[in-house]
């Protein structure tokens, strides 16, 4: 059972647009949500996270929307760059848990 | 500073075989966690620990054994290979299991034959 569901599987961008990445979950205990960024043979690398205390959290070009009542939160790349073509992978825990539980990853391309 | 290091890279085994994919960090992390990633499925946790001793379980955790021994090394064993273990397997560190950033190896690559 996929505690985070993540949205689109693949995504095909133009370079400058905006790329979207949808996760939604079910367990409203859930207080942590980070995306993490993962280009080819490397390992994941965190990206941005948030707390569900906020509603946006914006880190340069990369932009976290929360809405808590939805149950969802999503990825915003503004300006997307060849560079970020990479698999994202949203995720969630719960303070004070010892894992984290991961999306099933979104593969991002940014056309030039 | 070399953070998370798996060995090896890739590996091809086959059917009934055992091996250990070793996992090396030395930035003092008390929390380690080992995933493995397939196509469509995300990443999922196979074990976890919180400290040297302490090992327990994570969402796949069949077919594999773990261990800590020291604060540096998580080792992760195959006791007896199945096709159905051909995967990427990261292995990850962090200060805390949550709210602080993983940081994850490069992964070894497992084909089971």
């Known amino acids: 059972q996929q505690q985070v569901k993540q949205s689109p599987q693949s995504l095909i961008v133009q370079k400058g647009g905006i790329s979207i990445i949808n996760c939604a979950y079910e367990?409203?205990?859930?207080?942590?949500f980070p995306w993490y960024q993962q280009f080819p043979g490397k390992g994941p690398a965190l990206l941005i996270a948030?707390?569900?205390?906020?509603s946006e959290k914006k880190e340069g070009r990369f932009t976290i929307s929360f809405n808590k009542s939805a149950k969802q939160f999503s990825l915003h790349i503004m300006d997307s760059q060849p560079g970020d073509s990479a698999t994202y992978f949203c995720?969630?825990?719960?303070?004070?848990?010892?894992?984290?539980?991961f999306g099933q990853g979104t593969r991002l391309t940014i056309n030039p | 500073n070399a953070g998370v290091t798996q060995t090896p890279k890739f590996q091809v085994l086959k059917t009934g075989q055992s091996m250990t994919l070793q996992c090396a960090q030395d930035?003092?992390?008390?929390?380690m966690s080992w995933y493995r990633q397939d196509p469509g499925m995300g990443l999922r946790l196979i074990h976890y620990?919180?400290?040297?001793?302490?090992?327990d379980q994570g969402e796949v955790p069949n077919g594999y054994n773990v261990s800590r021994s020291t604060t540096e090394d998580f080792p992760l064993r195959l006791l007896s290979a199945a096709p159905s273990q051909t995967s990427v397997y990261f292995c990850?560190?962090?200060?805390?299991?949550?709210?602080?950033?993983?940081?994850f190896g490069d992964g070894t690559r497992l084909s089971i034959l």
């Open positions: 990850a560190s962090s200060y805390r299991p949550v709210g602080q950033p993983q940081h």
């Open positions: 367990n409203t205990a859930f207080d942590y």
């Open positions: 948030i707390r569900p205390d906020v």
């Open positions: 995720a969630a825990s719960i303070q004070g848990a010892q894992k984290l539980v």
């Open positions: 930035m003092n992390h008390e929390y």
């Open positions: 620990s919180v400290g040297a001793g302490i090992t």
